[in-house]
Protein backbone atom coordinates (compact mmCIF):
# COMPACT_ATOMS: atom_id res chain seq x y z
CA UNK A 1 0.00 0.00 0.00
CA UNK A 2 1.25 3.14 -0.63
CA UNK A 3 0.45 5.39 2.45
CA UNK A 4 2.19 2.45 4.15
CA UNK A 5 5.37 2.18 2.02
CA UNK A 6 8.08 4.27 4.01
CA UNK A 7 10.58 3.63 1.13
CA UNK A 8 9.05 4.92 -1.89
CA UNK A 9 10.97 8.16 -2.82
CA UNK A 10 9.69 8.93 -6.57
CA UNK A 11 6.88 7.56 -8.33
CA UNK A 12 6.55 7.91 -12.06
CA UNK A 13 3.30 6.83 -13.67
CA UNK A 14 3.20 8.51 -16.93
CA UNK A 15 4.11 5.33 -19.50
CA UNK A 16 0.92 3.21 -18.06
CA UNK A 17 -1.67 1.21 -20.02
CA UNK A 18 -4.71 2.96 -18.15
CA UNK A 19 -7.13 3.93 -21.13
CA UNK A 20 -10.54 5.46 -18.94
CA UNK A 21 -9.68 6.85 -15.73
CA UNK A 22 -12.43 7.30 -13.19
CA UNK A 23 -11.68 10.09 -11.25
CA UNK A 24 -12.76 9.21 -7.91
CA UNK A 25 -10.67 6.04 -8.13
CA UNK A 26 -7.81 9.08 -8.93
CA UNK A 27 -8.47 10.98 -5.68
CA UNK A 28 -8.24 7.48 -3.82
CA UNK A 29 -4.83 7.51 -4.98
CA UNK A 30 -4.02 11.33 -4.23
CA UNK A 31 -5.67 10.05 -0.60
CA UNK A 32 -3.00 7.64 -0.74
CA UNK A 33 -0.12 9.62 -1.56
CA UNK A 34 -1.09 12.41 0.96
CA UNK A 35 0.09 9.63 3.93
CA UNK A 36 3.17 8.70 2.49
CA UNK A 37 5.37 11.27 3.69
CA UNK A 38 8.76 10.08 1.93
CA UNK A 39 7.50 10.81 -1.24
CA UNK A 40 9.49 14.00 -2.53
CA UNK A 41 8.99 13.39 -6.66
CA UNK A 42 5.80 11.88 -8.68
CA UNK A 43 5.22 12.73 -12.16
CA UNK A 44 2.47 12.15 -14.03
CA UNK A 45 3.14 13.61 -17.51
CA UNK A 46 6.06 13.85 -19.50
CA UNK A 47 8.63 16.15 -17.52
CA UNK A 48 11.31 13.89 -16.64
CA UNK A 49 13.89 16.63 -16.56
CA UNK A 50 11.71 19.40 -14.55
CA UNK A 51 13.02 17.73 -11.00
CA UNK A 52 10.51 21.02 -9.37
CA UNK A 53 7.59 19.88 -11.01
CA UNK A 54 7.79 16.77 -9.76
CA UNK A 55 8.69 18.06 -6.08
CA UNK A 56 5.99 20.34 -6.04
CA UNK A 57 3.44 18.00 -7.45
CA UNK A 58 4.19 15.78 -4.64
CA UNK A 59 4.53 18.13 -2.08
CA UNK A 60 1.10 19.23 -3.19
CA UNK A 61 -0.60 15.69 -2.81
CA UNK A 62 0.70 15.25 0.81
CA UNK A 63 -0.11 18.58 1.81
CA UNK A 64 -2.70 19.17 4.43
CA UNK A 65 -4.12 22.95 2.80
CA UNK A 66 -5.09 23.35 -0.69
CA UNK A 67 -1.81 24.54 -2.94
CA UNK A 68 -0.68 26.52 -6.24
CA UNK A 69 0.38 24.23 -8.67
CA UNK A 70 2.03 25.09 -11.83
CA UNK A 71 2.11 21.77 -14.37
CA UNK A 72 2.82 24.30 -17.78
CA UNK A 73 5.39 23.06 -20.39
CA UNK A 74 4.89 19.99 -19.06
CA UNK A 75 2.89 18.65 -22.39
CA UNK A 76 0.41 17.83 -19.59
CA UNK A 77 -2.43 15.18 -21.17
CA UNK A 78 -4.65 12.10 -20.38
CA UNK A 79 -3.67 10.47 -17.00
CA UNK A 80 -1.82 13.39 -15.71
CA UNK A 81 -4.86 15.77 -16.59
CA UNK A 82 -6.86 12.97 -14.53
CA UNK A 83 -4.82 12.96 -11.75
CA UNK A 84 -4.96 16.60 -11.71
CA UNK A 85 -8.89 16.69 -11.60
CA UNK A 86 -8.50 13.64 -8.55
CA UNK A 87 -6.35 16.58 -6.63
CA UNK A 88 -9.15 19.04 -7.07
CA UNK A 89 -11.47 16.64 -5.80
CA UNK A 90 -9.59 16.20 -2.72
CA UNK A 91 -9.70 19.83 -2.51
CA UNK A 92 -5.97 20.04 -2.69
CA UNK A 93 -5.36 22.95 -5.03
CA UNK A 94 -5.97 26.68 -4.97
CA UNK A 95 -4.67 27.15 -8.26
CA UNK A 96 -3.31 24.84 -11.22
CA UNK A 97 -1.67 26.20 -14.17
CA UNK A 98 -2.10 23.95 -17.32
CA UNK A 99 -0.31 26.14 -19.85
CA UNK A 100 0.96 24.49 -22.93
CA UNK A 101 -0.51 21.07 -22.67
CA UNK A 102 -1.87 18.86 -24.62
CA UNK A 103 -5.62 18.63 -23.60
CA UNK A 104 -8.29 16.64 -25.08
CA UNK A 105 -11.98 16.46 -24.66
CA UNK A 106 -11.98 13.95 -22.11
CA UNK A 107 -9.09 15.92 -20.21
CA UNK A 108 -11.75 18.85 -19.94
CA UNK A 109 -14.99 16.88 -18.80
CA UNK A 110 -13.20 15.47 -16.10
CA UNK A 111 -11.34 18.94 -15.09
CA UNK A 112 -14.44 21.01 -15.29
CA UNK A 113 -16.52 18.01 -13.18
CA UNK A 114 -13.81 18.53 -10.62
CA UNK A 115 -13.69 22.34 -10.93
CA UNK A 116 -17.89 21.87 -9.95
CA UNK A 117 -16.90 19.98 -6.86
CA UNK A 118 -14.50 21.71 -5.21
CA UNK A 119 -14.94 24.79 -2.90
CA UNK A 120 -11.56 25.90 -2.62
CA UNK A 121 -9.77 26.91 -5.88
CA UNK A 122 -9.26 30.76 -6.66
Known amino acids: MLE???TLTALTLTSNSVKI???HTLSSLVAALRKNRTL???YVANYKDNVPKAQALATVCQGTTPQNLDLSQTDMQGFG???C???L???KLKKLALKSSSIGDSDVESLAN???HT???E
Open 4 to 6: DNM
Open 21 to 23: VDV
Open 40 to 42: DKL
Open 81 to 83: VHF
Open 85 to 87: AGM
Open 89 to 91: YQE
Open 114 to 116: ALN
Open 119 to 121: RVL
